[in-house]
């Protein structure tokens, strides 16, 4: 079952990340995500669904238009391929917690934690690419965040008959909303000017509500540090031929430090730990 799951899995993550794509560039231009229907930007041509098939088309069709050969941004390909690489990813994450003769409630448990986390990650890649395009993080990723992380709480406390689920999302929300206010507030008088925008603020609470207090801390961790470096190393290229580069805002380094929560966890906190010793 398992091999088959993941093909799925994969196929699945890079069909709706070929819909990501749609909202990505749609939502922020206040244009409706059903109509019209794909359309290439420059020619206006309809692009028909075997010119739609996510990943494949854009490789058959060499990342042109059919009709007038504009050249497709590969930014939509590359979506594509990580939308089917995250929900392949989730998918044998959760298969390998699984034992192999799980109870019904443990079943049910993991199958509705894969979805939960397949929703996650997809608004992860909108508000991602969003944030980077406009520097906003859009409502429904960050508060639908918040909301999804409470609920999947509760149904983990109804489920397990344990209170420990919905207080850990509980309190992780409000942990990371919280330290990451403190962060804005003190940031902004420090530097005289907006540290980081509510939306990021917004956003930790989200990873809170869904992965505990732990996962906040974690992930402030290392989207401090990778948004550092990675800042270093722009402002030092941009004093050479190589040009500008445009700034990168703090939500896609939450997204990333949340995956490397999601995925090594318990490596990265036992590495922390063992530095102690
Ligand atoms: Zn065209």
Redesign the pocket.
């Known amino acids: 079952m398992v091999p088959i799951l993941s093909v799925f899995s994969f196929g699945l993550g890079a069909c709706i990340a070929s819909f990501l794509n749609v909202v990505i560039w749609r939502v922020p231009r206040g244009e409706s995500i059903v109509s019209p229907p794909s359309h ?1 930007p ?2 206006n ?1 309809p692009i028909r669904w075997w010119q739609n098939v996510p990943i494949v088309s854009w490789l058959a069709l060499r990342g042109k ?1 059919a ?2 050969r ?1 050249p497709i941004s590969p930014r939509y390909v590359l979506v594509e391929a990580l939308g089917g690489c995250l929900f392949l990813a989730v998918f044998r994450m959760v298969a390998a917690a699984t034992p192999p003769s799980p109870d019904v409630s443990l079943l049910l448990a993991h199958t509705v934690s894969v979805f939960v986390l397949w929703i996650w990650v997809s608004l992860m890649i909108v508000g991602s690419f969003i944030d980077y395009d406009y520097k906003l993080l859009p409502d429904f990723v960050t508060v639908g965040g918040m909301v999804l992380g409470v609920v999947y709480g509760a149904f983990q406390s109804a489920i397990f008959h344990s209170m420990f689920y919905v207080l850990n999302s509980v309190a992780g929300l409000a942990f990371g909303f919280g330290l990451l206010w403190l962060v804005r507030f003190f940031g902004s008088k420090a530097f005289r000017r907006e540290a980081m925008g509510m939306g990021d603020v917004f956003l930790m609470g989200a990873v809170g509500a869904l992965f505990g207090p732990v996962a906040v801390l974690v992930t402030l961790i290392l989207s401090s540090v990778v948004g550092s470096v990675v800042g270093v190393a722009m402002i030092l290229l941009s004093k050479t031929r190589l040009g500008n580069f445009a700034e990168i805002p703090y939500g896609p380094y939450i997204c990333l430090g949340c995956l490397a929560w999601m995925f090594y966890g318990p490596e990265l906190v036992g590495m922390y730990i063992g530095m102690f010793k």
């Open positions: 290439c420059k020619c041509a238009c009709s007038c504009a």
